[in-house]
């Protein structure tokens, strides 16, 4: 079984739109949660991390965890054009360093 | 620039060679990673040093070999290479393996 699991999509929205990405997780010790986006051609940028459970803002983006769910979700609101990329779910594993293990990404698509 | 930087960027070469890829960073972090992206865009941990102690080792084949002289830079190199070998190589840095990960711009390794 994956450890951590992502629709690949395309997920496509109009812009002005809601963007919702989902990701579940196998390990119910995992404390840490991060999303990444991926241009093509271009490394990971952190997106957001969230610790605890409830929501996360920041600016357009809400990060929500829920670990009794083991699963943690991705709100883009008023989508741009320019959110069109590759979105990464990385949970740590529990019990140890931390080791990240990523999903294989949901790639958005923002049309005009 | 503050920054996690790789060299090279482009690497293109033949099996069997020995090659070496450099990563610096200059946020002040004490943990250094190496993924690997394959052709389908699965990120994977290959290693991780926090303050030059190796403390994830995946099982990656033995050819691979990281070297970290300082806590700002990790090197990667890897013998006798392989078709297999082709990918996108990420080096990561963190505060601590606890945190956020930033990742470099990545090499893309071709093997002919």
Not at chain 1, 8 to 30: F, Q
Not at chain 1, 88 to 98: D, E, F, P, R
Request: with cysteine; glycine share 6%.
């Amino acid at each position: 079984q994956k450890e951590v699991e992502q629709n690949s999509g395309p997920l496509s929205v109009p812009e002005g739109a809601i963007a919702s990405l989902n990701c579940t997780y196998s390990d119910r010790g995992s404390q840490s949660f991060f999303w990444y986006r991926q241009y093509s051609g271009k490394s990971p940028e952190l997106i957001m991390s969230i610790y605890s459970n409830g929501d996360k803002e920041d600016g357009r983006f809400t990060a929500q965890l829920n670990k009794a769910s083991q699963y943690v979700s991705l709100l883009i609101r008023d989508s741009q054009p320019s959110d069109s990329a590759t979105y990464l779910c990385a949970v740590s594993l529990s019990g140890g360093y931390n080791k990240l293990i990523f999903g294989a990404g949901t790639r958005l698509a923002v049309h005009p | 620039d503050t920054a996690v930087s790789q060299t090279p960027k482009y690497l293109v070469t033949q099996m069997g060679n020995d090659k070496s890829i450099k990563c610096e960073q200059n946020l002040g972090h004490d943990t250094m990673y190496w993924y690997k992206q394959d052709s389908k865009k699965f990120l994977k941990i290959m290693f991780s040093y926090n303050n030059k102690e190796l403390i994830i080792n995946e099982t990656v084949p033995n050819r691979f070999s990281p070297k970290s002289p300082d806590k700002a830079h990790l090197n990667l190199h890897i013998n006798s290479l392989e078709l297999g070998d082709s990918a996108v190589y990420f080096c990561a840095s963190s505060q601590d393996p606890t945190v956020e990960q930033y990742f470099g711009p990545g090499t893309r390794l071709t093997v002919t």
